[in-house]
């Protein structure tokens, strides 16, 4: 990348076709953050080669962008896509897109006129220079415009990179995290803060009663290797040390023992080294992935933001004059499996209620356990115990839906590809994979080979079980979410008020100082801080974007997607 004072971005003007309408103009960073928000009104479509890596620049100048297409992730998707399989572009030898993220960026649409910004000339391997990422745009186009059912993907496309900009929003917005509130927590659960490397006091008392109830006082119970020796001397007959493999022994030290792991886990993943790490000015700012998962679901890099125990939630606490509206979806997956596969009497079993509850109202099981338990045996391909017995009551009575897993196992057993309801596609196994398949039915294969590949194609089955629905699910929450986004940025005066002038760092340049905003997401889970005397409005706002989602992908079948959703000054008072 070129340097004169300062990283110079070109933007060019192109039609919906990639083709070039003549500006072509180089900007500083400085320029650039002027240019995107004047061109804000037009309410343009920003094309980025990695949204992660510039929109953070434009929103420390308080600016917030209305819509963008990434192409890094579009691209991910549209490489594995059936539906565009026969594309130019899945069909091309890898390249820097299937690789790392790119450096380079690109930018935005006014009307039917597309602009590319690009980092001007990059030095080799610092990223996509102008002309690699208008020639990906360009096959991105082709790719869609060519393929099987193009209106799912476009809404994929879309989807996932609204996602993109939501994602990057609250990173930079933060979820409001009090310091001392989590010090406290972590004190009455721990006992006093110890320097580094020192057990606190409970778990030092705990790991006593374990050496005392084992006979053993040299055990270090943060060891599995040494912990699980000790068990197995004590006459305790276990494979692991996992808490459900332990739940199910009955033994003096199994309770200080699950006590002992469920506190150290506490202090390894959110105690005080992690806050110290991750909160910032009372302030938890953590990095979402998009995509992160081959499903489509999120991940996080560091700080753990989907995994929140509950012990320290009473941290999570809205600033003064402001609160939480806290929303999540009922029975998401399950929901989502009635809907993809057309099955009204289980869509029915939810309507209006819990969608377990409505299972057993139906005679189908005799408790919601038990609806529960058979309903995820279902979508993750358990066979034996409990939801092996019920799985056959499930499938008589929603033949529908157990059909479609059954179907989408099946194909990952053979190899074959799935695809979720917008057109997101399963990978294929690897070439290991393949070739112990194909060594089992060789002549002379022995009863291992054959053992090895059926467990191989058993395996491989209930991820693609899983697949289409945990994917579409993943789907209806992305969608969910840019309903959100757009509700909350229609509210009035909300556009102005985010979308604040002024030097990064300077008076005005928080674009979420005023606007209600995402803070937190986790797969079926929202949190959105607003001014307390717009949180009816936002929690409206919350429950119609879950009706949008569910419309938006399934048209007008009968299934409901409730949310449960609450106000509340703290996060420890959602549930």
Not at 435 to 460: K, L, N, V
Not at 462 to 484: D, H, K, P, Y
Request: glycine share 10%; proline share 6%.
């Amino acid at each position: 990348m070129t340097r004169t004072g300062a990283d110079l971005l070109r933007v060019r003007a192109l039609d919906d076709r990639g083709a070039s309408t003549g500006l072509d103009r180089l900007l500083s960073e400085a320029e650039f953050r002027d240019f995107a928000a004047d061109s804000e009104q037009h309410q343009p479509r920003w094309v980025f080669a990695d949204t992660a890596r510039l929109y953070p620049l434009l929103l420390a100048g308080g600016v917030r962008l209305k819509r963008a297409h990434d192409l890094r992730l579009c691209h991910a998707i549209l490489r594995l896509a059936e539906a565009s399989a026969h594309s130019a572009l899945a069909n091309a030898p890898a390249g820097r897109w299937d690789q790392a993220p790119p450096v380079a960026v690109a930018a935005p649409t006014t009307g039917t006129t597309l602009f590319d910004l690009e980092p001007d000339e990059p030095a080799a391997g610092e990223g996509a220079g102008p002309e690699d990422g208008l020639t990906e745009f360009k096959a991105q186009l082709d790719a869609v415009r060519t393929a099987a059912e193009p209106g799912r993907l476009r809404l994929l496309l879309a989807a996932e990179s609204v996602g993109a900009l939501i994602a990057a929003e609250m990173q930079f917005a933060g979820l409001p995290w009090q310091s001392a509130i989590h010090d406290r927590l972590l004190t009455a659960e721990l006992g006093p803060r110890v320097p580094a490397g020192l057990r606190p006091e409970r778990l030092e008392d705990l790991a006593a009663g374990i050496r005392a109830a084992l006979g053993d006082h040299t055990i270090n119970p943060d060891s599995p290797p040494e912990l699980l020796r000790a068990l197995n001397r004590a006459g305790v007959t276990t494979a692991s040390t996992r808490a459900w493999e332990l739940q199910r022994i009955d033994h003096p030290v199994i309770e200080p023992l699950l006590r002992y792991k469920k506190l150290a886990r506490l202090l390894s993943n959110n105690g005080w080294y992690w806050m110290e790490s991750w909160i910032i000015n009372d302030r938890f700012h953590p990095e979402y992935l998009p995509g992160g998962v081959v499903t489509g679901r999120w991940a996080t890099r560091g700080g753990g933001a989907l995994q929140l125990p509950r012990q320290v939630r009473g941290a999570v606490v809205a600033d003064p004059g402001w609160t939480f509206v806290v929303a999540d979806a009922a029975q998401l997956e399950p929901r989502i499996l009635a809907a993809l596969s057309h099955d009204t009497a289980m869509a029915t079993a939810g309507r209006g209620t819990d969608l377990y509850a409505g299972i057993v109202a139906s005679g189908v099981v005799e408790t919601r356990a038990h609806a529960k338990v058979a309903m995820l045996g279902a979508m993750y391909g358990a066979t034996s115990g409990e939801s092996g017995r019920l799985l056959p009551r499930l499938a008589r009575a929603y033949p529908r839906a157990l059909a479609l897993t059954e179907a989408a196992a099946r194909a990952g057993e053979r190899g074959d590809v799935v695809s979720t309801r917008l057109g997101r596609s399963s990978p294929r196994p690897g070439a290991a994979w393949q070739d112990d398949q194909g060594r089992a039915t060789e002549a002379g294969a022995t009863a291992g080979d054959e053992r090895r590949a059926r467990s191989q194609a058993r395996d491989w089955g209930r991820f693609t079980r899983n697949f289409i629905v945990q994917g579409s699910a993943a789907e209806w929450a992305l969608c969910w979410m840019a309903e959100i986004r757009k509700g909350l940025w229609d509210l009035p005066g909300i556009a102005e008020a985010g979308n604040a002038s002024g030097e990064p760092g300077g008076p005005g340049a928080n674009p979420f100082l005023a606007a209600p905003h995402l803070v937190f997401f986790l797969h079926d889970e929202v949190i959105v801080h607003t001014p307390a005397a717009l949180a009816d409005r936002v929690a409206t706002i919350v429950t119609a974007a879950a009706a949008t989602a569910g419309r938006l992908l399934f048209g007008d079948f009968p299934v409901d997607f409730p949310l449960t959703c609450v106000i509340v000054d703290s996060y420890a008072d959602a549930k």
